[in-house]
């Protein structure tokens, strides 16, 4: 069993800033890429950011400049520094990572439950 849980999110003011945090759990032997979606209220799932193991990101550029993800191996926990936001930037942020199981060696993306983020003007 392999758990992701998410924290860190809130009510924010434009402009200021957030950090979400992620943590896996569970029967894991290896993790591999992790990554950051955010849904928006009445629109579809996007993709964030991504973070391999050693560290390589990649960024939707609407979100270049603005947002920084990081991870720590050792803790499994990736985290998502959200800086000068925006109104449009309210969504439910998700985390995903690529983790290969303990007993089974099978990977499997697995996701978290969701935190909150919601910027008043």
């Known amino acids: 069993q392999v758990q992701l849980v998410e924290s860190g999110g809130g009510l924010v003011q434009a402009g200021g800033s957030l950090r979400l945090s992620c943590a896996a759990s569970?029967?894991?032997?290896?993790?591999?890429?992790m990554a950051w979606y955010r849904q928006a209220p009445g629109k579809q799932r996007e993709l964030v950011t991504t973070?391999?193991?050693?560290?390589?990101?990649n960024y939707v550029d609407s979100m270049k400049g603005r947002f920084t993800i990081s991870r720590n191996n050792a803790k499994n926990t990736v985290y998502l520094q959200m800086n000068s936001l925006k109104p449009e930037d309210t969504a439910v942020f998700f985390c995903?990572?690529?983790?290969?199981?303990?007993?089974?060696?099978?990977?499997?993306?697995?996701w978290g439950q969701g935190t909150e983020v919601t910027v008043t003007v």
């Open positions: 995903t990572a690529e983790i290969q199981r303990l007993r089974s060696g099978i990977w499997s993306i697995f």
């Open positions: 569970g029967s894991i032997f290896a993790n591999n890429t």
């Open positions: 973070i391999t193991s050693d560290g390589s990101t």
